[in-house]
C-alpha cells in the first residue's frame, strides 16, 4: 500500500531515475561482495607469491604481480548458476598485433571468423590449434620461437582455452579451474610459462 502510494505521488522520470538508482546500487553491493569473498581466497595465494591482493571497480578482484617485470594479474571468477568459473592471467605487455589461439573444433572453426587463419608450418600446432590474427606475418615470426610453441603447448594440455593479446597486453584463459590450478607450484609454473610465451 505504502509503495503504491509512493508511485502514486512520483512521475515518470523520478521513477526511472530511481529504478537505475536501485539496479546500480544492488550491482554495486554485489560486486563488493564478490570481491570480498575472492580477496579472502586469494589472498593466501598472494602472500605465497610476495605479492598483494587488489581491487577495483573496473578491473575485478585480482592478484598483482610484479615478479616478472611488467604487472601480471592473476584472476579468477566465482561463477555460479549458468556462469562457469574463469582463471585468468593477464602479462599487462604489449605485443603490437592482436591475435588468438583456441583448440579446433567444429563450432570454433564455424563461429570463430574474426582476423585470418595463421599457418605456422608446425604440422602438431597447425592441426590441433586454430589461430586468427589481424596481422598474420607478424604473429608467424612472433610465434615462431621454440619456448613460445613449448608454453601453447603447455597451456593447452593444461585445460586452458585460449590464449590472445589486446592492446593491453597477453591473456591466458581457463574455463572452469579447479582447486589444484591454484596451489602455489601450479601457479608459479603457469605464471613462468607466461613469461616465456610473452617476453622470450
Known amino acids: ?75 579468477i571468477t566465482l561463477g555460479g548458476g549458468n556462469s562457469p568459473s574463469f582463471l585468468i592471467m ?12 583456441i583448440q579446433k573444433q567444429a563450432l570454433n572453426q564455424v563461429f570463430f571468423r574474426w582476423g585470418e587463419e595463421v599457418k605456422l608450418n608446425d604440422a602438431s600446432l597447425d592441426e590441433e590449434y586454430l589461430i586468427r590474427s589481424d596481422k598474420p606475418d607478424e604473429v608467424i615470426s612472433y610465434l615462431s620461437g621454440t619456448k613460445r610453441i613449448e608454453a601453447i603447448k603447455y597451456f593447452f594440455e593444461n585445460k586452458f582455452s585460449s590464449i590472445e593479446t589486446n592492446d593491453k597486453g597477453v591473456f591466458v584463459i581457463k574455463t572452469i579451474y579447479t582447486d589444484e590450478d591454484l596451489v602455489i607450484d601450479k601457479v608459479k609454473t603457469y605464471l613462468d610459462n607466461l613469461n616465456s610465451f610473452s617476453r622470450m
Not at 521513477?15 to 554495486?28: C, E, P
Not at 593477464?90 to 589461439?101: C, D, N, W
Open 90 to 101: 593477464e602479462l599487462h605487455y604489449p605485443v603490437g598485433f592482436k591475435f588468438k589461439i
Open 1 to 75: 500500500m505504502f509503495i503504491e502510494k509512493l508511485l502514486d505521488n512520483l512521475d515518470v522520470p523520478t521513477i526511472v531515475i530511481l529504478a537505475i538508482f536501485t539496479v546500480t546500487l544492488i550491482v554495486y553491493i554485489v560486486v563488493k561482495i564478490s570481491g570480498m569473498v575472492l580477496s579472502k581466497k586469494l589472498k593466501p595465494l598472494a602472500e605465497m607469491l610476495n605479492a598483494e591482493v587488489k581491487s577495483s571497480f573496473t578491473a575485478g578482484t585480482y592478484i598483482g604481480i610484479l615478479n616478472y617485470g611488467p604487472e601480471i594479474r592473476f584472476k
